[in-house]
């Protein structure tokens, strides 16, 4: 645990000393919502594995711990440096045309428990991850207050209603904020706009999606959105996307199929903000919620991505009668192939050479007719003659064998007969 311990204190002595900066910008804002930025992190590292990010990482997106929209690239373990990209522009600008995968975490929605996400799944992959940061606002503290934590899955309406409040107090233009009015902010989540903004753009040519804890609320509510508005673009994606959920079973559109709902045996937290309806195609025998691999109960992220990864797409059972239902068409026999004579091949006169090597030589007497050489040799074999049925043969075979005398005798009396008493009478 000291590495995640070290980690995190690295985050928070930089946090620390960006806090001056961080107050000239929307001061009430940040004022009254610290401590839980504070507290949030703290969460992180107890159910994500951050000891996966550098101290130096750590440093550098303390500054952005709940910058809500945000977009992290994160290469595998030995890589390059993570990045951070303050907008969309940003992120393609940093090539993120090239990633395939896009991963958002939950919990404590902050930057560190993103990459740590982040790294996680890019050592399954092998290639980086983009990571959208859930972020924390005062529409997340609100309803945190009304149980959101608890009950993300249908609280999630209340959530949209105080996105006023950030809005109203000066909320950083993260993602893709500088895209969109006031109202369209308003309408829905920073966060779960800029993952539908980099759904939508062409750009990109997604294959995972990857969603924990609260990120997958934000991944569904995005892919419904695209559904609903971007038809085209929907189908396109429903036929080249993997979803993987992680600790929460949430429902994606009936578009996209390939969804693996992944639960700990032990989750109860998750189970809270699941959908009861939801069966859980992957069930992780004595997991809790968490990802962190110091502590025990956790869910290994890396390991279970790399087998499902590596393991091909299960094919609905629709479909696989659909196609056994297609007739195949049978090969064509002539029917005077049995009377062509076996065809042998003499282009190549080396190959013929090598196979009559592994011949036995046969005799050197010539064929009865010169004239007639049969391409396929058929010797006639005799059966074994019987013997004749002589008549010592037949009276051994017919004369039946003597019965053996057999002596009667009879049973026991069950009583000791008296005098004068005759057996049989």
Same mark, same amino acid.
């Given at each position: ?20 900066e961080?107050? +000239? ?11 839980l ?30 910058a ?8 595998p ?23 395939e ?12 428990g ?5 790294r ?20 997340d ?31 950083? +233009? ?18 779960? +706009? ?16 990857v969603?924990?804890?609260?990120g ?9 959105d695209?559904a ?7 189908? +396109? ?25 992944i ?16 069966p859980?195609?992957?069930i ?36 696989q ?40 030589e ?7 007719e ?14 074994p ?12 075979t ?28």
């Amino acid at each position: 645990m000291f590495p995640s311990a070290f980690t995190h204190n690295i985050t928070q002595f930089a946090r620390t000393l960006s806090l001056p900066e961080r107050f +000239q910008h929307s001061p009430i804002r940040n004022l009254s919502l610290e401590h839980l930025r504070r507290r949030n992190a703290t969460l992180d590292t107890l159910f994500y594995d951050v000891k996966c990010v550098t101290a130096e990482e750590a440093f550098y997106i303390s500054s952005c711990l709940a910058a809500e929209g945000a977009i992290l690239i994160v290469p595998p373990t030995g890589a390059d440096p993570l990045r951070l990209c303050d907008t969309v522009d940003d992120f393609f600008q940093a090539g993120g045309a090239t990633i395939e995968t896009l991963a958002i975490a939950g919990v404590g929605s902050s930057a560190l428990g993103s990459a740590a996400l982040g790294r996680n799944i890019a050592d399954a992959t092998g290639k980086p991850v983009a990571v959208v940061i859930s972020g924390y606002g005062l529409a997340d503290a609100v309803t945190e207050a009304m149980g959101g934590y608890f009950l993300f899955g249908y609280m999630n309406s209340v959530r949209h209603a105080f996105e006023q409040l950030d809005e109203f107090f000066g909320r950083p +233009q993260f993602g893709v904020a500088t895209r969109l009015s006031t109202d369209k902010l308003c309408q829905g989540s920073l966060d779960t +706009q800029t993952v539908r903004a980099l759904l939508v753009d062409p750009r990109l040519s997604l294959k995972l999606l990857v969603g924990h804890s609260k990120g997958n609320l934000v991944l569904s509510e995005a892919l419904y959105d695209l559904a609903e508005n971007e038809k085209e673009r929907a189908r +396109q994606l429903a036929g080249a996307l993997k979803i993987v959920t992680i600790s929460a079973r949430i429902a994606m559109p009936p578009l996209f199929r390939d969804v693996i709902d992944i639960m700990g045996e032990w989750d109860w937290f998750g189970e809270l903000n699941s959908r009861k309806s939801i069966p859980s195609d992957r069930i992780v025998p004595q997991a809790l919620h968490h990802t962190n691999t110091e502590l025990p109960n956790h869910i290994p992220v890396t390991a279970l991505l790399s087998e499902l990864l590596s393991t091909p797409a299960i094919i609905p059972v629709a479909e696989q009668v659909q196609s056994l239902a297609v007739e195949k068409p049978e090969a064509h026999i002539p029917a005077d192939a049995a009377e062509q004579p076996l065809a042998i091949d003499v282009a190549a006169p080396e190959m013929a050479e090598a196979r009559m090597d592994s011949v036995p030589e046969a005799s050197n007497e010539p064929p009865e007719e010169a004239g007639q050489q049969p391409d396929v040799m058929i010797e006639a074999v005799p059966l074994p003659s019987q013997p004749e049925d002589t008549r010592e043969t037949l009276l051994i075979t017919t004369t039946p064998a003597p019965a053996e005398e057999t002596k009667v005798v009879a049973a026991p009396l069950p009583f000791k007969p008296k005098r004068g008493f005759r057996r049989g009478k």
